[in-house]
């Protein structure tokens, strides 16, 4: 498999494992009456002011917040497309896991550093909140690129 091949499967496996992330993230606001997040919309107030850009307005913030998390989804499969020819043996489950630490340490991460969440004040609901779809995504991301590399 070349190395594109590798990216462009990645892609569609960050795509899978996006759409489940999202399904599981709108079943968990559905389920327990919780409101989406604020974060990505802080993220976007944040780097527009890093950037010297006008403040968006709500509407645009809330788009770009989310168009934010397609980004992550979508580039964290590309970089997996690259990393996961070379490391055949790791059994799905152990990338899968490795890779939902890996998209929470980017973007929760980044949010801390950038001062606009702090997770030690997380609650044990918040941290199920954000774990279970991260590894929800992680599986479908792995399972999706490992059968479209099947497909060869």
């Known amino acids: 498999m070349s190395r594109m091949d ?44 890093q950037l010297h850009a006008p403040k968006p307005g709500a509407n645009r913030r809330q788009g770009l917040g989310a168009l ?35 998209t929470m340490t980017a973007s929760e991460g980044t949010a801390t550093a950038m001062k606009q969440t702090d997770p030690a004040q997380w609650s044990a609901a918040d941290w199920l909140a954000d774990i279970v779809p991260r590894l929800m995504y992680g599986a479908v991301t792995v399972c999706a690129f490992d059968l479209l590399a099947q497909s060869v």
């Open 68 to 102: 934010l998390g397609y980004a992550d989804g979508f580039g964290t499969g590309a970089l997996f497309g690259m990393l996961r020819p070379r490391m055949r043996g790791v059994p799905w489950y152990v990338a899968a896991a490795a890779l939902a630490a890996f």
């Open 6 to 49: 590798g990216v462009l499967r990645g892609v569609l496996a960050g795509a899978a494992g996006t759409a489940v992330l999202n399904a599981v993230t709108y079943a968990d606001m559905s389920v327990r009456g919780r409101p989406s997040s604020e974060l990505p919309s802080k993220m976007v107030d944040r780097f527009a002011e």
